[in-house]
């Protein structure tokens, strides 16, 4: 058994399932070793990048350890923005690079680049594989940080090296641990006494709470309290209880963050939600998170509680007085976002003008199942998924959280649906954010995966856009030339559908979901439709309408140039 043979063994002893890369010189013992096991997959991509977007979005999904792997030099560079994603997520990824032999270390071959400090600020764990001798116990360290510390791990293994006789004799157990963090009597006291003199509570709940969904409905209902998410924490709670009422921030609702703005105590619950503005401006701020570097970093606080969500919930509700007043309650319902709801729908069908990208977001999940996997680009659509998708506390949404990455949603589709190939996975998703990673396609042809990608298609950044009016500045160099999508879908192998009006979306949809094809649905969105922020300040007015101003005199310059070229012509 070599160091390869090693490599495997552990890993399938961890649990690892799938390995996503692409080979190369320095790891072709490493594709040896798969190739001769049946326990873990390796799956190749076409970037290096998707792989680890892959890796990122299974780890996200199953909390599991996850694997990507590359050779040296560029291929090691091509996983950063993917472990990124993981790293800012923190949930735990390993990444395996092939070196130059390491008799050549540091002689500048082609190809050679130090990659402990290429990946020294992306992972908690980072280290190059001297001797044979020492590698298994530095992977198992590798797998235990990943692990245990939820982030990015990284060995480099030198080609020689790889190929070396593995360690008869060695301990290869990774300690996983599972214990919890609960504040002091004291502190829950104190917290437990604001809140219950408290009249207008809000809890404002993040990806923290993931195995707190019993308990945050609990106390939120003894509370009175209305329950706002961030985009991360969205599919955490089914969004059809009653204290729901949406999200917080510019991608929020105007529910979720009067709520926020207008209690006079706030529970922060499993989050570090990172806009101040957003904060109320005088109110009792008590924040439950088992990081102490994360309390209080975007507000400050009168108690911080540092535990486990779960059991610091379940100690605190032991301590409330439950409450009877719903009025402060009542009136978040109230403005809770209006479903467009079938009237709205069925009236768009009589006209032909582009498919408004709210209806089709709610058809979407109206027609999903029911434990569904939604992996959602960044851009616009995130705003639409946060705002419009209705989901059941079964299903998931993932996106790139904190990185906020294009590309990100092709890649992690292809990890979702190796964890759970029986589950359906759909990727709401911008054009340019689609078309930034599309050379993975195929890779959904290769390995028969059958994910539904519906194309926001507008041909711009319309994001961008929106971000640049709020500089005060007019669109510029956000458009886009696109293919046609469904062609190109076609060409791969895939099944491609063109939606251009409102009456179309559900027949694409069903055929879609019903296929056993990765299907591409390309719908040709409205692209002058304007995203309205939940809370628009003086400032963002403003810039906005200075930004129109600015985009009416190139118009008119545009215009008064045309004339006169035609003067001159002429």
Known sequence: MNISDQIVQILTQVGVKHI??????????????????????????????????????????????????????PGAVNLLNGLYDAALDKVPVLAITGQVDSKLIGTHMPQEINQLKLFDDVAIFNQEIRTSESFPQILQLACQAAINQKGVAHIAIPSDIMRMRGVKTYSHNIQQFHSTLIPSDQELDSAAEQLNQAKKITILYGGGCANAKDELNFVANMLKAPLVHTTRSKDILDNRLPNYVGGIGIMGTNSGNYAVS???????????????????????????????????????????????????????????????????????????????????????????????????????????????????????????????????????????????????????????????PQRQVIVPIGDGDFQMLIADLITLVKYQLPVTFIVYNNSKYRFIELEEANEGNPAFGTELLNPDYAQLAKAHGALGI????????????????????????????????????PRITPKMALSFAESKIKDWRWLKGMMNFMTDHRDTKH
């Open 262 to 420: 207008a209690c006079d105590a706030l529970l922060v619950v499993g989050c570090s939600f990172a806009y101040k503005e957003f904060y109320p401006s005088s109110a009792l701020i008590i924040q439950i998170d088992t990081d102490i570097n994360k309390m209080g970093i975007h507000t400050n606080l009168t108690q911080g509680l540092l535990g486990d969500s779960k059991t610091t919930l379940l100690a605190l509700a032991q301590r409330l007085n439950p409450k009877s007043d719903e009025h402060f309650l009542q009136h978040a319902q109230s403005l809770k976002h209006k479903k467009i709801g079938h009237e709205t729908y069925f009236n768009l069908l009589e006209t032909r003008k582009y498919v408004h990208p709210q209806v089709l977001t709610e058809r979407i999940g109206m027609m999903a199942s029911d434990n569904a996997i939604f992996c959602v680009g960044t851009g616009s659509v995130t705003l639409y998924c946060n705002n419009f998708l209705e989901l059941n506390g079964k299903q998931r949404l993932l996106w790139s959280w904190n990185l906020a990455s294009l590309g990100w949603a092709l890649g992690g589709a292809i990890g979702c649906k190796l964890a759970f």
């Open 20 to 73: 996503f890369g692409i080979p190369g010189d320095t790891i072709d013992s490493l594709m040896e070793s798969l190739r001769l096991q049946n326990e873990i997959q390796f799956i190749t991509m076409r970037h290096e990048a998707t792989g680890a977007f892959a890796a990122s979005a299974q780890a996200k999904l199953t909390g599991n350890l996850a694997v990507c792997v590359a050779c040296q030099g």
């Open 498 to 533: 063109t939606v251009k009006e409102h009456h179309q979306i559900d027949l694409a949809l069903k055929e879609a979901f019903s296929s056993n094809l990765p299907a591409v649905i390309d719908v040709h969105i409205d692209p002058q439709e304007l995203y309205i922020p």
